[in-house]
């Protein structure tokens, strides 16, 4: 038997630096016995991070709806008809207030997103200097402005920018069934700037969109075989938007999520998982059977973008709960 004590050694195991991983193997992944799954996922966890600490992100939307892609589940589209209103970009100032409070609440990464298919030029310089400021603030920093050009990813990573989101949202096979207006080697296309351009890699997806345990398990391909991988990995359980096509998509069972929160561990152990939009709707059991199962980063705020998150107060009554505590 080990001792009581818990020695956490975050190299204890070695991992190859360009793993690979097939649809096949993922989906044999996904198909273990729940417990098996959860219980191989945490002994993983255990192997690469503290399992009693968290991260915690705060995210802000500078500049909602108004968008010009079709993406089928984001309220944000100007081809859905939401109740989510087309908004002008934050001041500074703005940005900047949202930050300080993120920061006093304990969240130590603060991440700005932006509706528009990708920044012009002149909306990029505005941002550089929100990333500027909130670097300022002692907070690690990530945007999300959609697709980049040339030079883009340096400009952001000179202002400070810590971190790059760009989600490949699903599967390459499933990815037609949910946007058209661009392409799967567009997102990848961006991501390579990002890489190039010396930033870390936040890159995850969404589930429940009507998509096969298969369609997941190519998601989780695509993103264990990028090369580094992500530094974090935020996977989304749809919210529901009513006026998007996907308003009325069938309810992913809950032990389906935990399931893909665990391969992401196994695969990714390395990553930080983030349990991101739709936690919500989740009970604490569910939320806390992720966490088990290697997820240790959350969207910490009460909105995400445009829909709900846990209030700040709800979320540390439960980080109490399960004895865990902010990195």
Known sequence: MHSSAIEFKPSATPHPESPSWTVAEIETLLALPFMELVFRAAEIHRQFFDPTKV??????SIKTGGCPEDCGYCPQST???TPVPNQPMLTVDEVLSAARSAKANGASRFCMGAAWRGPKDADLEKTLEMVKEVKALGLETCATFGLLKGGQAEKLKAAGLDYYNHNLDTSPDKYSDI?????????LDTLGKVRSAGLSVCCGGIVGMNETRNDRAGLIAQLANLEPQPESVPINKLVKVEGTPLEGAEPLDWTEFVRTIAVARIVMPKTYVRLSAGRREMDESTQALCFLAGANSIFYGDKLLTTGNPEVDADRQLLEKL???PL
């Open 55 to 60: 991260q915690l992100s705060t995210l802000i």
């Open 79 to 81: 081809h859905h008809d």
């Open 179 to 187: 946007i058209a207006t661009r392409d799967y080697e567009d997102r």
């Open 323 to 325: 004895d865990l505590t």
